[in-house]
């Protein structure tokens, strides 16, 4: 059974930086992925890795601000956020499945999810 939680989330203020981290059980071999979903809004993809990290991407909006990495040793995922804005409120999701995907639909198996919340 494929297990997957977040944590790190939480309230910062514009520009500020936080990190997300990702523990999965269950599954190795796999991409996995960050997600979020604002209120009103369908879940978007944010950043993605390969299980070697050859391949990563990344939502044009977050390039260059968030990153993301991976431990296969850990099994961990996290994403570093830094500048953050008032538009990435939302809450951030990991996930993994066999595919790298931008698809959110795609993927298989998903955290609970964790509030980032940036006040202006």
């Known amino acids: 059974q494929v297990r997957l939680v977040e944590s790190g989330g939480g309230l910062v203020q514009a520009g500020g930086s936080l990190r997300l981290s990702c523990k999965v059980s269950?599954?190795?071999?796999?991409?996995m992925g960050w997600f979020r979903q604002a209120p009103g809004k369908e879940r978007e993809f944010v950043a993605g890795?390969?299980?070697?990290?050859?391949?990563?991407y990344y939502k044009d909006s977050v390039r260059g601000r968030f990153t993301i990495s991976r431990d296969n040793a850990k099994n961990t995922v996290a994403l570093q956020m830094n500048n953050l804005t008032p538009e990435d409120t939302a809450v951030y999701y990991c996930?993994?499945?066999?595919?790298?995907?931008?698809?959110?639909?795609?993927?298989?198996?998903w955290g609970q999810g964790t509030q980032v919340t940036v006040s202006s």
């Open positions: 996930a993994v499945d066999p595919t790298l995907t931008v698809q959110p639909a795609l993927w298989t198996h």
């Open positions: 269950g599954r190795t071999f796999y991409a």
């Open positions: 890795i390969s299980w070697r990290g050859g391949r990563i």
